[in-house]
């Protein structure tokens, strides 16, 4: 038995037994990372504390302590979340010598359940990114093939998860940050609802579209780590007052009674053949599990990328202003004035593609642009959610492509931004609109995974489970 192809279901079940410790499950994965991530390049920084971290918890359990939900569960971690004693440099000059005092509530989460933290992983600069290759520090590589890109701005987490090299990751998805680098690494990725899932801690990319959510192997696992890091949290006023269920519970094998929606604008010419056929075989398969499929419109898709990279740009620009050299973070050593050392520090600090966004971003805010950009984007950004609600009147769920392609090849995009923006056409508008969705493999292109979409109305994240643990189990056992 290879310690390193369980799911945390069966990690968490046989530590429950004493079939395994939790020191030997650490050993195990910090093994396998000095082998593989300098390959792979997941890891900005792994946790020399977690073998003591391990020993103590197998001591609590030698003393009668009872079995947590997570217990030596080792989690990656994306470096944008705050883990006290631990760099988060958001793979950013900027912050590269920053260590937060604090845990971030979904890191108190995940310890309070006896999760360690492994370690945390590389990540677009920023969150600002497709494909990891905007870090400051290396990019990291797809680990079906390591001339491609792991997608992002999640890829590390992503890539760890898929090569094995954790049990399950948290990553950060603003529009599509989660979604799109799971689909590429063959794994289940998870964006809750907005509000579902406090954001404590995370530093803030854009704060009306941000959301932590798990990466992991399976969805039963998805579901464990939602149990742990839901749930309100007086610190995060965005956080909804609301007590979260047991999602595991949502789990089936079928598909009876479920209405799914299959949207024409989701289907374009651009997309790869062999994304659309795995779609569709995973659409054939939901009615051969009893869903009623019907074709839907949501007519203001083709607007979702211009709305998005308006919005999301515009709450950077306002994030961002924070890092300027004075309280922590990077500061220039080249300045004569204060304003020198604000410009220089940014300029030195900040890498090219978070200094486009955040002059994107400061121009649609402008007086004289404001009304003409921002203030139109948030009203088309109203008519996509209103395109959602009209069509979760007619069905349950949604399945769609996760992404147009499959990962493409390291340096392919990296210089033209806009083929790089349209990585996120898929997942960008789940975002504006708020709504739980989620990725999961459902075949291959050659030696490379496919991802399915699966989304569904605001807080009804028990139908997604239910549609997406029934589709996962279906290629489970007809692959």
């Known amino acids: 038995m290879d310690i390193l192809s369980l799911t945390i279901g069966r990690i968490a079940d046989m530590v429950r037994k004493r079939e395994i410790s939790c020191l030997e499950i650490c050993e195990r994965f910090l093994d396998a990372v000095k082998e593989r991530d300098g390959e792979i390049n997941c890891y900005l920084h792994v946790n020399d ?34 883990v006290r004693q631990m760099p988060a440099t958001c793979a950013s000059r900027m912050l590269e010598n920053f260590v937060p005092p604090y845990d971030a509530t979904v890191i108190e989460r995940l310890r309070d359940q006896g999760a360690l933290i492994l370690g945390k992983t590389n990540m677009d600069e920023f969150a600002f990114g ?13 680990p079906f093939d390591i001339t491609r890109v792991p997608g992002g701005s999640s ?45 404590y801690g995370l530093i803030a990319f854009a704060s009306s579209l941000d959301q932590i959510g798990p990466m992991t192997r399976d969805v039963m696992d998805s579901c464990i780590i939602m149990n742990v890091i839901s749930g309100r949290d007086s610190r995060d006023s965005t956080c909804l007052d609301y007590d979260p269920p047991d999602y595991t519970r949502f789990l089936r094998e079928d598909l009876k009674g479920i209405r799914i929606g299959v949207p024409v604008e989701y289907f ?19 009615e051969s599990l009893g869903a009623e499929v019907e074709e839907i419109s949501l007519p203001h898709t083709g607007y979702g ?39 220089n520090t940014r300029g030195e600090g900040f890498g090219r593609e978070v200094k486009r966004r955040i002059m994107m971003g ?32 007619k069905v349950d769920v949604i399945f769609t492509p996760a992404t147009p392609e499959v990962p493409f090849r390291i340096g392919e995009k990296k210089a033209d931004p806009l083929k ?34 699966v989304i569904a109305p605001f807080l009804r994240e028990d139908m997604l489970f239910k549609s997406a643990s029934a589709i996962e189990n279906h290629f489970r056992h007809t692959s």
């Open 49 to 82: 504390k977690i073998l003591e971290e391990a020993k103590a918890s197998d001591s609590r359990l030698a003393g009668g302590g009872s079995p947590r939900a997570l217990e030596g569960v080792p989690v990656a971690v994306k470096d944008n979340i705050c």
């Open 130 to 142: 497709s494909s990891t290759e905007s870090s400051a520090f290396f990019t990291t590589r797809n």
């Open 155 to 199: 890829g590390g987490s992503a890539a760890a998860v898929g090569a094995r090299l954790c049990m399950g990751a948290l990553g950060s998805d603003t529009g599509g940050s989660i979604r799109q680098p799971a689909a590429f690494c063959g794994i289940v990725g998870f964006k809750p609802s907005y509000g579902v899932v406090s954001r």
């Open 268 to 286: 374009p010419s651009g997309i790869e053949d062999s994304v659309r056929e795995k779609v569709q075989d995973a659409i054939r398969a939901a």
């Open 305 to 343: 990328i211009a709305v998005y990279y308006i919005v999301a740009t515009a709450e950077a620009s306002s994030n961002l202003a924070r890092f300027d050299g004075v309280k922590y973070g990077y500061r220039t050593p080249s300045h004569e004035n204060l304003l020198e050392m604000y410009m």
């Open 362 to 393: 400061t121009y649609v805010l402008s007086s004289g642009y404001y009304d003409a950009y921002y203030r139109k984007a948030e009203k088309v950004r109203s008519l996509i959610r209103k395109d959602f609600e009209e069509a979760f009147r």
């Open 420 to 453: 790089m923006y349209l990585s996120d056409i898929f997942t960008a508008n789940v975002n504006l609109a708020g709504l739980p969705a989620i990725t999961l493999p459902v075949g291959y292109s050659g030696k490379l995974p496919v991802g399915l979409q």
